[in-house]
């Protein structure tokens, strides 16, 4: 099943998708287009991979890591479906980036590979934008790059773990005004989804709702306010977000 | 006395008390206790960030470094992180010491927390989004480098020590000018004063919310001295901080791993 949170008629709904279209709880169908999207978990411990795609990496001009590169955000980053990021007036390098995120299912500490899919709910796609102009070298990359507000789009659906066969075969791709500008497959991550939970239930406890976004592949490039941005993944369907200036942000 | 909020025993929401610290006693609903009466329990409920190289003391540390790779200039903007909800523990809880480690560092930190949404806010008014201060033990497996983002060492089960209480903003004269002291084994270790930060709170807070949202209950720790004193099996800490209060809690082997 594909489930979704969306807002519609004044209050919050958990809906799933029906027919191509949205149906809440009780009952009632809208188009997509009817209702607002929000993130399909409510965030709170969100892990994000860097440098997870040995071709990313190396387009980056880094070696592959050895121990993945992970880093947290914050809830204040994320947006849903058919929602709006804000670009600052001033930089140069706004680049999308495709990913697969991963939902944990239940508490986890000390999962071995081989049962790491007994704690995952589910699979999403998110847009983990990276504003590139303001990368440092103090824990990078740092949350002025990374954990900006509305600069993690996430959605639409929840796809149940049980309804995706492999999520280590999943081909990737994002589309900028139409056009295709980046194209992967999760066959390629450095640390597999498995091999993660293993890394990070191995340090710490992962809990319900707990989010991995597993790091981007190849092909990642600039976008301006006015782009709309559409990141796809097979199987989880299609995440659409849209560029606008700060000013739309009444930025000061 | 000074007006605070706080979680204990059965509570479902935070309760206003009045705190004497000098006696260690807290006031509630005009019953007097000794604090450690108490079973104390998490004061915050939103993220909690923290800023790293907060300290004066800390860049003075790094030095020639800070030119050099990897980090190759000083750095510009607030240095972040979360200390993720799993990290998160009350006053007089176990930090646990992870089996293959030997000590811990004590990062004695002011804890602002947030008590209206604060959205690119300018540093005369970033007081006003305050609600007030606590006391964090931001606790770290200890490692040199501040190159990649620390999680493993700095985001474990029990890693954020938080309390006993949230003192209101109004009781505390000038967050930028407070003692805080570190005792281990009620031994004093270290003693540091947020009048050496190089951003200081309000600046700190403007400086954040320029690309990044607090919430209500949201927490931002504004840093943590130099020379942070270890910690090992078996130790108490406590960390003080003036017109705040003071925070304790045991270390104690994981022997689970």
């Not at chain 1, 860097?50 to 890591?65: M, Q």
């Not at chain 2, 947030?114 to 606590?134: C, I, P, R, W």
């Not at chain 2, 099996?233 to 689970?256: F, H, M, P, R, T």
Request: charged residues 25%; aromatic residues 8%; hydrophobic residues 35%.
């Amino acid at each position: 099943m594909k489930r979704a949170r969306v807002a519609v008629g004044g209050a919050v709904h958990d809906a799933f998708e029906y027919n191509g279209k949205v149906k809440l709880t009780d009952g009632r169908v809208f188009s997509e287009q009817e209702v607002e999207w929000l993130p399909p978990v409510q965030p709170q411990t969100v892990f994000a991979l860097g440098l997870n795609y040995a071709d990313h990496a190396k387009e980056l001009s880094f070696s592959a890591p050895k121990e993945p590169l992970a880093f947290l955000k914050g809830p204040n980053t994320f947006i849903g479906h058919n929602a709006s990021t804000k670009r600052p007036d001033e930089v140069t390098f706004m680049h999308y980036e495709c990913e697969l995120g991963v939902v944990i299912g239940k508490t986890a500490k000390n999962v071995k590979k081989e049962d790491a899919y007994k704690y995952v709910k589910g699979y999403t796609i998110s847009n983990d934008y990276a504003i590139r102009d303001y990368l440092e070298n103090y824990y990078r990359p740092n949350l002025r790059v990374k954990n900006r507000d509305t600069c993690t789009p996430i959605g639409p659906w929840l796809v149940d773990r049980d309804d995706i066969e492999d999520p280590m075969n999943l081909s990737l791709r994002t589309i900028v005004n139409g056009e295709v500008t980046q194209e992967g497959s999760t066959k390629d991550m450095i640390f597999t989804v498995p091999g993660l939970i293993e890394y990070l239930s191995g340090f710490m406890t992962l809990n319900e709702n707990d989010i991995i976004l597993t790091g981007t592949p190849k092909g990642t490039t600039g976008v301006n306010a006015g782009d709309e941005v559409i990141t796809e993944i097979e199987g989880l369907g299609s995440l659409k977000n849209h560029i606008v200036s700060d000013g739309v942000f009444q930025k000061s | 006395m000074v007006k605070a909020k706080a979680l204990f025993n059965d509570l479902y929401q935070p309760a206003a008390i009045e705190v004497n610290a000098a006696a260690n006693e807290v006031t509630v609903k005009n019953n007097t206790h000794q604090a450690d009466e108490l079973h104390w329990r998490v004061p915050v409920s939103g993220t909690v960030y923290g800023a790293a190289l907060n300290y004066k003391g800390e860049l003075d540390k790094l030095g020639d470094q800070l030119h050099e790779d990897p980090y190759k200039e000083p750095p510009k903007a607030p240095v972040l992180y979360i200390k993720p909800i799993n990290t998160l523990s009350p006053h007089q809880s176990v930090i646990p010491l992870p089996a293959e480690e030997k000590e811990l560092q004590a990062g004695a930190a002011l804890a602002v927390v947030f008590g209206k949404t604060a959205t690119q806010v300018n540093a005369e008014s970033a007081l006003d989004y305050v609600e007030g201060y606590t006391v964090v033990n931001d606790i770290s497996i200890p490692h040199e480098s501040v190159h990649r983002p620390a999680i493993k060492q700095k985001a474990r089960d029990g890693f954020c020590p938080i309390g006993p209480w949230v003192v209101q903003k109004d009781q505390v004269s000038n967050p930028d000018d407070l003692e805080l002291r570190v005792y281990v084994n009620n031994e004093l270790k270290q003693t540091a004063s947020t009048k050496n930060l190089v951003r200081d709170v309000k600046q700190l807070i403007a400086d954040v919310t320029e690309f990044m949202t607090f919430y209500p209950g949201d927490v931002l720790l504004v840093g943590t001295p130099e020379n942070p004193p270890l910690v090992k099996d078996g130790d108490k800490v406590k960390v003080e901080i003036d017109e705040i209060g003071a925070l304790e809690n045991k270390v104690l082997s994981d022997k689970q791993g």
